[in-house]
């Protein structure tokens, strides 16, 4: 049974860094297509990064990058100079197949439990 483990999550100060994680489980994350998500109070959830043509969102861009372990088969967030807007759930997703819009939650069918990021200013 296909099981994503989120964590990292974690609260810090504007310009600081996390790293989140990834662990799956049931698959190997080399045959699954898989990115970032992040939904905040009150907003719809939006792709952060994937690694799916490694596209990465406009409000990210040059902060975070996404990453893999193979050996882990853990799937990696590296979130550095943080903002209060990053502050939102985070979420892992996974794909069985390449998604066609690869920044859209809907093309995902697996989901972590979320991990909560906080950024103070």
């Known amino acids: 049974q296909l099981q994503l483990v989120d964590s990292g999550g974690g609260s810090v100060q504007a310009g600081g860094s996390l790293q989140l994680s990834c662990a799956a489980s049931?698959?190997?994350?080399?045959?699954?297509?898989m990115g970032w998500f992040r939904q905040a109070p009150g907003k719809e959830r939006e792709g952060v990064a994937t690694?799916?043509?490694?596209a990465v969102a406009d409000s990210v861009k040059g902060r975070f990058t996404i990453s893999r372990d193979d050996a882990e088969n853990t799937l990696y967030l590296q979130m550095n100079s943080l903002k209060p807007d990053d502050t939102a759930m985070y979420y892992c997703?996974?794909?069985?197949?390449?998604?066609?819009?690869?920044?859209?939650?809907?093309?995902?069918?697996?989901w972590g439990q979320g991990t909560q990021v906080t950024v103070s200013s």
């Open positions: 997703a996974a794909a069985r197949t390449r998604p066609g819009r690869a920044l859209y939650a809907g093309e995902y069918s697996y």
């Open positions: 049931g698959v190997n994350v080399t045959n699954m297509c």
């Open positions: 690694r799916r043509n490694l």
